[in-house]
């Protein structure tokens, strides 16, 4: 129906981040959009101490070349997990949220 196909390209790709706030420890997750992750810059303000976390620049605000949290992290030696959008909310995935390693 027209009405579907309307809905389904009004859609917006989006991204989602799960990590630990490195000043205050609150684990939580956050929304953003494909968009600005790729093209933009992202900042995410933690929900504990309401810290602005950089997450992607790609406009050369905070560096003179692009960068985001994947290569933020890789620089710094921390892990980086990538879920496909199909595990996102998987239940066996529920300790990264909760900042539980199996591995471990």
Not at 49 to 62: K, R, S, V
Not at 74 to 94: C, G, H, I, M, P
Request: net charge positive; proline share 1%; hydrophobic share 35%.
């Amino acid at each position: 129906s027209r009405w579907y196909q309307r809905r389904v390209r009004g859609i917006k790709p989006s991204l989602s981040i799960i990590f630990t706030c490195n000043v205050c420890q609150t684990r939580q997750a956050k929304n953003m959009s494909k968009k600005s992750y790729n093209e933009g810059v992202v900042l995410i303000r933690c929900d504990g101490c309401e810290n602005l976390h950089l997450i992607a620049d790609n406009l050369g605000w905070f560096d003179d070349k692009k960068t985001n949290i994947v290569d933020i992290l890789e620089k710094k030696n921390e892990e980086v997990r990538a879920l496909a959008d199909k595990d996102l909310l998987d239940v066996r995935d529920l300790e990264l949220l909760v900042g539980i390693d199996k591995g471990k």
